[in-house]
Protein backbone atom coordinates (compact mmCIF):
# COMPACT_ATOMS: atom_id res chain seq x y z
CA UNK A 1 0.00 0.00 0.00
CA UNK A 2 1.21 3.16 -0.90
CA UNK A 3 1.23 6.32 1.53
CA UNK A 4 1.93 9.75 0.32
CA UNK A 5 1.47 13.14 2.88
CA UNK A 6 -0.43 15.96 1.75
CA UNK A 7 -0.46 19.26 4.11
CA UNK A 8 -0.55 16.69 7.33
CA UNK A 9 -3.46 14.26 5.82
CA UNK A 10 -2.73 10.44 5.30
CA UNK A 11 -3.69 9.79 1.26
CA UNK A 12 -4.06 6.14 1.34
CA UNK A 13 -4.56 4.16 -1.74
CA UNK A 14 -7.23 2.19 -0.41
CA UNK A 15 -6.07 -1.52 -1.28
CA UNK A 16 -9.28 -3.19 0.03
CA UNK A 17 -11.12 -1.40 -3.25
CA UNK A 18 -11.87 -3.39 -6.23
CA UNK A 19 -10.08 -3.11 -9.28
CA UNK A 20 -13.32 -3.16 -10.88
CA UNK A 21 -14.76 -0.28 -8.88
CA UNK A 22 -12.02 1.98 -7.67
CA UNK A 23 -8.21 1.39 -7.85
CA UNK A 24 -5.58 -1.09 -9.32
CA UNK A 25 -6.00 -3.24 -6.38
CA UNK A 26 -6.83 -7.20 -6.36
CA UNK A 27 -10.25 -8.00 -7.39
CA UNK A 28 -11.41 -9.60 -4.30
CA UNK A 29 -15.13 -10.35 -5.43
CA UNK A 30 -16.10 -13.74 -5.70
CA UNK A 31 -17.38 -14.94 -2.75
CA UNK A 32 -21.08 -14.45 -2.16
CA UNK A 33 -22.52 -11.49 -0.17
CA UNK A 34 -25.56 -11.26 2.18
CA UNK A 35 -28.25 -11.61 0.01
CA UNK A 36 -31.04 -9.00 -1.01
CA UNK A 37 -34.63 -9.47 -1.97
CA UNK A 38 -37.59 -8.09 -3.40
CA UNK A 39 -39.66 -7.00 -0.71
CA UNK A 40 -42.52 -4.89 -2.92
CA UNK A 41 -43.21 -4.22 -6.19
CA UNK A 42 -46.02 -1.51 -6.55
CA UNK A 43 -48.93 -1.96 -8.61
CA UNK A 44 -50.09 1.84 -8.32
CA UNK A 45 -52.53 3.01 -11.86
CA UNK A 46 -49.38 4.86 -13.97
CA UNK A 47 -45.90 5.72 -13.35
CA UNK A 48 -44.81 5.73 -9.67
CA UNK A 49 -40.65 6.16 -8.49
CA UNK A 50 -39.30 6.31 -5.46
CA UNK A 51 -36.46 8.44 -4.80
CA UNK A 52 -35.62 8.48 -0.90
CA UNK A 53 -36.19 6.20 1.67
CA UNK A 54 -35.66 6.69 5.76
CA UNK A 55 -36.04 3.36 8.25
CA UNK A 56 -37.18 3.94 12.52
CA UNK A 57 -35.87 1.67 15.24
CA UNK A 58 -39.16 -0.14 15.48
CA UNK A 59 -39.26 -1.30 12.15
CA UNK A 60 -41.50 1.07 9.91
CA UNK A 61 -40.55 1.69 6.16
CA UNK A 62 -40.94 5.36 4.78
CA UNK A 63 -40.66 6.50 1.20
CA UNK A 64 -41.04 9.46 -0.65
CA UNK A 65 -41.16 10.00 -4.74
CA UNK A 66 -43.69 10.52 -7.06
CA UNK A 67 -46.76 9.35 -8.84
CA UNK A 68 -48.71 10.27 -12.35
CA UNK A 69 -52.52 10.92 -11.77
CA UNK A 70 -54.69 11.89 -14.14
CA UNK A 71 -51.56 13.19 -16.42
CA UNK A 72 -50.14 15.25 -13.26
CA UNK A 73 -47.56 14.41 -11.20
CA UNK A 74 -47.85 14.21 -7.24
CA UNK A 75 -46.06 13.16 -4.39
CA UNK A 76 -45.91 9.52 -3.20
CA UNK A 77 -45.57 8.65 0.36
CA UNK A 78 -45.36 4.91 0.97
CA UNK A 79 -45.19 3.45 4.52
CA UNK A 80 -44.57 -0.43 5.84
CA UNK A 81 -45.50 -0.59 9.90
CA UNK A 82 -43.76 -4.36 9.96
CA UNK A 83 -47.11 -5.84 8.93
CA UNK A 84 -48.58 -3.72 6.25
CA UNK A 85 -47.75 -1.39 3.37
CA UNK A 86 -49.78 1.96 3.14
CA UNK A 87 -50.15 4.81 0.55
CA UNK A 88 -50.37 8.08 2.64
CA UNK A 89 -53.07 9.91 1.76
CA UNK A 90 -53.23 13.71 0.20
CA UNK A 91 -49.44 13.89 -0.11
CA UNK A 92 -47.72 16.96 -1.56
CA UNK A 93 -48.52 18.03 -5.12
CA UNK A 94 -44.87 17.66 -6.02
CA UNK A 95 -42.42 15.79 -6.79
CA UNK A 96 -40.66 14.29 -3.25
CA UNK A 97 -36.74 14.12 -3.21
CA UNK A 98 -35.88 13.53 0.59
CA UNK A 99 -37.26 12.17 3.76
CA UNK A 100 -36.35 11.62 6.93
CA UNK A 101 -38.57 10.45 9.98
CA UNK A 102 -37.74 10.41 13.81
CA UNK A 103 -41.06 8.78 14.59
CA UNK A 104 -44.26 7.74 12.85
CA UNK A 105 -45.92 11.05 14.05
CA UNK A 106 -42.83 13.16 12.61
CA UNK A 107 -42.15 12.51 9.03
CA UNK A 108 -40.55 15.76 6.79
CA UNK A 109 -40.42 15.20 2.90
CA UNK A 110 -38.67 17.79 0.63
CA UNK A 111 -39.21 18.69 -2.90
CA UNK A 112 -38.27 21.66 -4.70
CA UNK A 113 -38.16 24.60 -2.59
CA UNK A 114 -40.63 23.33 -0.54
CA UNK A 115 -41.15 21.10 2.79
CA UNK A 116 -43.96 19.14 4.61
CA UNK A 117 -44.12 17.07 7.47
CA UNK A 118 -46.54 14.24 8.30
CA UNK A 119 -48.17 14.19 11.94
CA UNK A 120 -49.67 11.02 11.50
CA UNK A 121 -53.19 12.57 10.52
CA UNK A 122 -51.81 15.41 8.45
CA UNK A 123 -49.41 17.26 6.18
CA UNK A 124 -47.84 21.19 6.56
CA UNK A 125 -46.39 22.52 3.86
CA UNK A 126 -43.63 25.52 4.26
CA UNK A 127 -41.09 26.92 2.27
CA UNK A 128 -37.86 26.55 1.73
CA UNK A 129 -36.79 28.99 -0.83
CA UNK A 130 -37.38 28.93 -4.18
CA UNK A 131 -33.60 28.22 -4.98
CA UNK A 132 -33.26 25.56 -2.79
CA UNK A 133 -34.26 21.94 -3.90
CA UNK A 134 -33.23 19.58 -0.83
CA UNK A 135 -31.11 16.04 -1.94
CA UNK A 136 -30.63 14.54 1.15
CA UNK A 137 -32.21 15.23 4.79
CA UNK A 138 -31.58 13.54 8.08
CA UNK A 139 -32.40 14.56 11.74
CA UNK A 140 -31.86 13.27 15.26
CA UNK A 141 -34.82 14.11 17.23
CA UNK A 142 -38.15 16.33 16.17
CA UNK A 143 -36.06 19.46 16.82
CA UNK A 144 -33.05 18.77 15.11
CA UNK A 145 -33.38 18.18 11.53
CA UNK A 146 -31.08 18.99 8.54
CA UNK A 147 -31.48 18.70 5.05
CA UNK A 148 -29.26 19.92 2.23
CA UNK A 149 -29.57 20.40 -1.44
CA UNK A 150 -26.27 20.50 -3.75
CA UNK A 151 -25.62 24.42 -2.68
CA UNK A 152 -23.47 25.85 0.04
CA UNK A 153 -26.23 26.15 2.20
CA UNK A 154 -28.45 23.84 4.17
CA UNK A 155 -31.98 24.03 5.57
CA UNK A 156 -32.31 23.46 10.01
CA UNK A 157 -35.42 22.59 11.65
CA UNK A 158 -35.07 23.36 15.58
CA UNK A 159 -38.49 22.47 16.11
CA UNK A 160 -40.33 25.54 15.42
CA UNK A 161 -39.27 26.94 12.04
CA UNK A 162 -36.40 26.40 9.54
CA UNK A 163 -33.54 28.46 9.19
CA UNK A 164 -30.57 28.96 6.43
CA UNK A 165 -27.31 27.83 7.56
CA UNK A 166 -23.92 28.19 5.39
CA UNK A 167 -22.09 25.92 4.10
CA UNK A 168 -18.03 26.01 3.73
CA UNK A 169 -19.13 23.84 0.04
CA UNK A 170 -21.68 22.45 -1.94
CA UNK A 171 -23.67 19.44 -0.08
CA UNK A 172 -25.27 17.00 -1.70
CA UNK A 173 -25.64 14.21 1.61
CA UNK A 174 -26.36 15.29 5.19
CA UNK A 175 -25.71 12.74 8.13
CA UNK A 176 -26.76 13.49 11.40
CA UNK A 177 -24.90 10.80 13.91
CA UNK A 178 -26.06 12.53 17.13
CA UNK A 179 -27.08 16.68 18.22
CA UNK A 180 -23.69 18.55 17.45
CA UNK A 181 -22.23 16.02 15.42
CA UNK A 182 -23.42 16.50 11.49
CA UNK A 183 -21.49 15.44 8.72
CA UNK A 184 -22.57 16.02 5.67
CA UNK A 185 -20.36 16.45 1.97
CA UNK A 186 -20.35 17.16 -1.69
CA UNK A 187 -17.65 19.54 -3.92
CA UNK A 188 -16.18 22.25 -3.26
CA UNK A 189 -14.75 23.90 -6.74
CA UNK A 190 -13.04 20.62 -8.62
CA UNK A 191 -12.32 18.45 -5.08
CA UNK A 192 -14.56 16.57 -3.08
CA UNK A 193 -15.47 18.14 0.28
CA UNK A 194 -16.30 16.65 4.00
CA UNK A 195 -18.22 19.12 6.56
CA UNK A 196 -18.96 18.74 9.95
CA UNK A 197 -20.86 20.76 12.50
CA UNK A 198 -20.09 20.83 15.89
CA UNK A 199 -23.03 22.40 17.50
CA UNK A 200 -22.25 25.90 16.57
CA UNK A 201 -20.73 26.43 12.94
CA UNK A 202 -20.02 24.17 9.83
CA UNK A 203 -16.05 23.51 9.25
CA UNK A 204 -14.59 22.18 6.42
CA UNK A 205 -12.34 18.79 7.01
CA UNK A 206 -9.05 18.70 5.71
CA UNK A 207 -9.04 16.08 3.26
CA UNK A 208 -6.09 15.18 0.67
CA UNK A 209 -6.45 17.36 -2.61
CA UNK A 210 -6.79 14.38 -5.21
CA UNK A 211 -5.11 14.17 -8.69
CA UNK A 212 -7.72 14.15 -11.32
CA UNK A 213 -7.35 12.22 -14.59
CA UNK A 214 -7.98 15.79 -16.87
CA UNK A 215 -8.11 19.05 -16.32
CA UNK A 216 -11.54 19.93 -16.47
CA UNK A 217 -12.38 16.52 -14.47
CA UNK A 218 -14.50 17.44 -11.14
CA UNK A 219 -15.06 15.07 -8.07
CA UNK A 220 -17.75 15.40 -6.06
CA UNK A 221 -19.10 12.92 -2.90
CA UNK A 222 -22.78 11.71 -3.72
CA UNK A 223 -22.83 10.12 0.20
CA UNK A 224 -21.53 9.91 3.42
CA UNK A 225 -22.29 7.14 6.51
CA UNK A 226 -20.82 8.02 9.65
CA UNK A 227 -20.62 4.80 11.41
CA UNK A 228 -18.22 6.16 14.26
CA UNK A 229 -16.30 9.30 15.40
CA UNK A 230 -13.44 7.18 13.77
CA UNK A 231 -15.24 5.59 10.97
CA UNK A 232 -16.30 7.85 8.52
CA UNK A 233 -17.33 6.57 5.16
CA UNK A 234 -17.66 8.91 1.66
CA UNK A 235 -18.40 7.52 -1.82
CA UNK A 236 -19.02 9.53 -5.51
CA UNK A 237 -17.48 10.02 -8.58
CA UNK A 238 -15.19 12.17 -10.75
CA UNK A 239 -16.03 13.08 -13.87
CA UNK A 240 -15.50 14.63 -17.25
CA UNK A 241 -16.31 15.32 -20.84
CA UNK A 242 -14.04 13.74 -23.52
CA UNK A 243 -14.14 12.57 -27.25
CA UNK A 244 -14.33 8.72 -28.35
CA UNK A 245 -12.06 7.73 -31.23
CA UNK A 246 -14.69 9.11 -33.76
CA UNK A 247 -14.36 12.37 -32.55
CA UNK A 248 -18.11 11.78 -30.74
CA UNK A 249 -18.38 14.14 -27.15
CA UNK A 250 -18.35 11.07 -24.36
CA UNK A 251 -19.06 11.68 -20.69
CA UNK A 252 -16.00 9.92 -18.92
CA UNK A 253 -16.42 9.02 -14.73
CA UNK A 254 -14.83 7.24 -12.28
CA UNK A 255 -15.73 6.04 -8.92
CA UNK A 256 -14.74 7.73 -5.56
CA UNK A 257 -13.94 6.23 -2.22
CA UNK A 258 -12.96 8.28 1.33
CA UNK A 259 -12.35 6.93 4.70
CA UNK A 260 -11.75 8.47 7.96
CA UNK A 261 -10.08 6.17 10.69
CA UNK A 262 -10.52 9.64 13.06
CA UNK A 263 -7.00 10.94 12.09
CA UNK A 264 -6.77 11.24 8.48
CA UNK A 265 -8.54 10.59 5.62
CA UNK A 266 -7.54 7.60 2.86
CA UNK A 267 -8.58 8.66 -0.94
CA UNK A 268 -9.12 7.03 -3.88
CA UNK A 269 -10.31 7.43 -7.43
CA UNK A 270 -10.49 4.47 -9.51
CA UNK A 271 -8.03 3.66 -12.18
CA UNK A 272 -10.22 2.58 -15.05
CA UNK A 273 -13.69 4.12 -16.25
CA UNK A 274 -16.79 2.91 -13.91
CA UNK A 275 -19.86 4.26 -12.75
CA UNK A 276 -19.81 6.55 -9.72
CA UNK A 277 -20.74 5.19 -5.92
CA UNK A 278 -24.05 6.48 -5.50
CA UNK A 279 -24.73 5.71 -2.20
CA UNK A 280 -23.53 3.99 1.09
CA UNK A 281 -24.99 2.46 4.67
CA UNK A 282 -23.54 0.84 7.33
CA UNK A 283 -24.86 -2.83 7.43
CA UNK A 284 -24.65 -3.16 11.17
CA UNK A 285 -22.08 -5.39 11.73
CA UNK A 286 -19.01 -3.24 11.31
CA UNK A 287 -18.74 -2.54 7.43
CA UNK A 288 -20.69 -1.05 4.74
CA UNK A 289 -23.22 -1.44 1.15
CA UNK A 290 -22.10 0.51 -0.92
CA UNK A 291 -24.38 1.71 -4.06
CA UNK A 292 -22.58 1.62 -7.34
CA UNK A 293 -24.52 3.36 -10.25
CA UNK A 294 -28.67 3.70 -10.64
CA UNK A 295 -29.43 1.85 -13.38
CA UNK A 296 -29.06 -2.16 -12.73
CA UNK A 297 -26.85 -1.22 -10.34
CA UNK A 298 -24.46 -3.33 -8.45
CA UNK A 299 -24.37 -3.54 -4.40
CA UNK A 300 -21.00 -4.10 -2.59
CA UNK A 301 -20.61 -5.40 0.92
CA UNK A 302 -17.48 -3.66 2.27
CA UNK A 303 -16.34 -5.77 5.44
CA UNK A 304 -12.48 -5.29 6.20
CA UNK A 305 -10.39 -5.11 3.38
CA UNK A 306 -12.37 -7.18 1.39
CA UNK A 307 -15.42 -5.80 -0.97
CA UNK A 308 -17.79 -8.53 -1.93
CA UNK A 309 -20.61 -7.37 -5.39
CA UNK A 310 -24.34 -8.67 -5.33
CA UNK A 311 -26.60 -8.00 -8.19
CA UNK A 312 -29.61 -6.10 -7.16
CA UNK A 313 -32.61 -8.44 -7.41
CA UNK A 314 -34.94 -8.10 -10.24
CA UNK A 315 -38.04 -9.75 -11.64
CA UNK A 316 -37.36 -11.03 -15.55
CA UNK A 317 -38.04 -8.60 -17.75
CA UNK A 318 -37.18 -5.88 -16.11
CA UNK A 319 -34.58 -3.44 -15.88
CA UNK A 320 -33.82 -1.84 -12.19
CA UNK A 321 -33.22 1.18 -10.71
CA UNK A 322 -31.56 2.01 -6.93
CA UNK A 323 -32.09 5.45 -5.94
CA UNK A 324 -31.40 5.17 -2.03
CA UNK A 325 -30.50 2.55 0.81
CA UNK A 326 -31.16 3.08 4.80
CA UNK A 327 -30.82 0.78 7.40
CA UNK A 328 -32.91 -0.06 10.36
CA UNK A 329 -31.27 1.29 13.69
CA UNK A 330 -29.81 -1.49 16.05
CA UNK A 331 -29.75 -4.19 13.19
CA UNK A 332 -28.57 -5.70 10.18
CA UNK A 333 -31.75 -4.93 7.89
CA UNK A 334 -30.98 -2.58 4.89
CA UNK A 335 -33.66 -1.48 2.67
CA UNK A 336 -33.58 0.03 -0.63
CA UNK A 337 -35.85 1.93 -2.75
CA UNK A 338 -36.34 3.32 -6.56
CA UNK A 339 -38.24 1.44 -9.28
CA UNK A 340 -38.93 -1.15 -11.88
CA UNK A 341 -39.48 -0.90 -15.52
CA UNK A 342 -39.98 -3.31 -18.30
CA UNK A 343 -36.83 -4.02 -20.90
CA UNK A 344 -37.04 -3.05 -24.04
CA UNK A 345 -39.40 -0.33 -25.39
CA UNK A 346 -42.74 -1.58 -25.07
CA UNK A 347 -45.83 0.88 -25.50
CA UNK A 348 -46.55 1.19 -21.94
CA UNK A 349 -43.25 1.29 -20.21
CA UNK A 350 -44.75 1.68 -16.75
CA UNK A 351 -42.24 2.19 -13.65
CA UNK A 352 -43.66 0.61 -10.66
CA UNK A 353 -41.57 2.07 -7.51
CA UNK A 354 -40.27 -0.89 -6.05
CA UNK A 355 -38.64 -1.93 -2.28
CA UNK A 356 -35.70 -4.25 -1.40
CA UNK A 357 -34.45 -5.55 1.56
CA UNK A 358 -31.11 -7.67 3.06
CA UNK A 359 -32.53 -11.01 3.73
Known sequence: MRTVFIAGVTALGLACVPATAASGAAHRA???????????????PGDDV?????????GTVWAAGHRIVNGQQRGLVQWYDGRTWRTVPNSPPYELLAVTATSSRNVWVFGPGKAARWNGRTWASVSLGDAFASADADGTSAKDIWAVGGTASARHWNGSYWRSVKLPGQAAAVDAYRSGDVWAAG?????????????????????????LPQSDAVAAIQDIAVLGPG???????VSWEGANDEGDDVDYSRTLVMHWNGRAWAASVGATQAQPYTEVEPDGSGGVWVVQGNWNPTLWHVTGSTWTRTPVPRKAGTNAVLFSVARRPGTATVWGAGFTVPQGDPDDPTANGTFWRTR
Request: aromatic residues 8%; glycine residues 12%.
Open 30 to 44: ERAAPGWKLARVNTL
Open 50 to 58: LNDVTVLGN
Open 187 to 211: GRGAQPAIMRWNGRSWALMPTPALT
Open 231 to 237: NVWAVGG
